[in-house]
């Protein structure tokens, strides 16, 4: 269930993801275009044991300390240390600050009598010089202090085509992988914020006693409906309980909540999917049928006045309450205003409260006037 409930987050924010991904990837590529080339070039050696040798004893005694690592180790960091590199930038003629955006490394090759060096550089020319320098004057300080192994060549370094950095390809994988988990956990945080805002905004637009929305939103989802549709056809309804007028500052709030709950109920079985409720003031509701003409309105809110005709039996004050229900309705047309169109329902709701023989009066187009409609109580 919690898992289904992720997909549905991701499927929601899909656009999220999508974005960053294109964020990540415009910034690899952007970041690859503006960096400078880096290349590098790589140099091998070899240690052996010394050709000076003169018994198989000595020989084989220089394999068996060769095998030990720390030989290696020790030739690598000859190679790295600073007095090489100082031989070399002399033997090179070049100074420190020439170098400063060249770096290189030393290593052994594992289990192997093999060293490498490699350089990183802007210059794959001056990398490939570097290196073979630094192995020079390796192999040189080695033939002056040791005569039992010797440093030479196995693979001279050539200046690099290709540079290692960047790599335009593996940077925009990388950053599509990357955009792909951060959209995807921006996605999750997203709706983790979304879902308690959007129920607080829900609540802001509900009325606390009934559940539907209160004046100030459903005004707003008429008013957004004329401007949305302004050609189309709608009908709006208040829906006084007279019945009830007397108890709403006298009664306790759980009996009243009942009330109204019983009030809604009937509203909603009443009413279709995609009409809208809300709660007009303190003892009146305020429907509103999209794409409904004021006949078929009449018809609704007539089975409105039907339903709402039946006592609601409060046992435990031992009461049966009779809502005595008038509607007043109108029916949008000629582009008036969402404000025109209330008054008009108020106008027709004044009627219905003047005649309680004629309970509901709806405004229609076809007539200027006010047209009742009278339910019909058999």
Same mark, same amino acid.
């Given at each position: 269930m919690e898992l289904r409930l992720y997909f549905q987050m991701l499927r929601?924010?899909?656009?999220?993801? +999508?974005?960053?991904?294109?964020?990540? $990837?415009?910034?690899? !590529?952007?970041?690859? =275009?503006?960096?400078?080339?880096?290349?590098?070039?790589?140099?091998?050696?070899?240690?052996?044991? &010394?050709?000076?040798? *003169?018994?198989?004893?000595?020989v084989v005694n220089s394999l068996d300390t060769l095998n030990n690592q720390s030989v290696m180790s020790t030739f690598t960091e000859v190679m790295s240390s600073d007095r090489i590199y100082s031989d070399t930038l002399a033997s090179l003629h070049l100074r420190a600050q020439d170098l400063k955006d060249y770096t290189y490394n030393a290593t052994v090759i594992s289990n192997s009598s093999v060293m490498e060096v490699s350089v990183t550089g802007p210059d794959p020319q001056m990398a490939a010089n570097l290196a073979n320098a630094l192995g020079t004057e390796t192999i040189r300080f080695v033939s002056r202090l040791n005569q039992v192994f010797t440093v030479d060549f196995l693979d001279i370094a050539v200046p690099p085509v290709i540079p290692s950095s960047p790599q335009p390809a593996l940077n925009s994988s990388l950053a599509l992988v990357l955009g792909l988990i951060f959209g995807v956990v921006l996605t999750i945080l997203t709706e983790q914020i979304r879902l308690p805002l959007e129920v607080f905004r829900q609540r802001f637009n509900l009325d606390n006693m009934t559940g539907v929305y209160n004046r100030r939103f459903f005004a707003r989802c008429v008013e957004d409906e004329l401007a949305q549709k302004p050609d189309? %056809? +709608?009908?709006?309804?208040?829906?006084? !309980?007279?019945?009830?007028?007397? $108890?709403?500052?006298?009664?306790?709030?759980?009996?009243?909540?009942?009330?109204?709950?019983?009030?809604?109920?009937?509203?909603?079985?009443? !009413?279709?999917?995609?009409?809208? %409720?809300?709660?007009?003031?303190?003892?009146?509701? *305020?429907?509103?049928? #999209?794409?409904?003409?004021? &006949?078929?309105?009449?018809?609704?809110?007539?089975?409105?006045?039907?339903?709402?005709?039946?006592?609601?039996? !409060?046992?435990?004050?031992? $009461?049966?309450?009779?809502?005595?229900?008038?509607?007043?309705?109108?029916?949008?047309?000629?582009?008036?205003?969402?404000?025109?169109?209330?008054?008009?329902?108020? &106008?027709? $709701?004044?009627?219905?409260?003047?005649?309680?023989?004629?309970?509901? =009066?709806?405004?229609?187009?076809? &007539? #200027?006037?006010l047209t009742a409609k009278k339910a019909d109580n058999e």
């Open positions: 929601r924010g899909w656009w999220i993801i +999508l974005l960053t991904m294109l964020v990540a $990837l415009a910034g690899a !590529l952007g970041a690859s =275009y503006l960096a400078t080339p880096k290349y590098q070039a790589v140099a091998r050696f070899i240690v052996s044991p &010394s050709a000076d040798l *003169i018994s198989r004893s000595d189309d %056809i +709608l009908s709006i309804g208040i829906v006084e !309980l007279i019945g009830i007028s007397d $108890l709403v500052e006298t009664f306790p709030v759980a009996s009243l909540q009942k009330v109204f709950q019983s009030v809604t109920d009937t509203l909603h079985q009443e !009413l279709r999917g995609n009409d809208i %409720i809300g709660r007009w003031s303190d003892i009146s509701f *305020i429907i509103m049928l #999209p794409n409904t003409p004021g &006949s078929a309105a009449t018809r609704i809110f007539e089975r409105i006045f039907q339903a709402l005709s039946q006592p609601v039996d !409060l046992g435990q004050f031992d $009461l049966v309450l009779n809502l005595d229900a008038h509607i007043g309705g109108a029916e949008y047309g000629n582009h008036i205003t969402a404000q025109e169109l209330f008054e008009r329902a108020n &106008s027709a $709701l004044e009627q219905a409260r003047q005649k309680n023989d004629i309970p509901v =009066y709806i405004w229609e187009l076809k &007539s #200027p006037f």
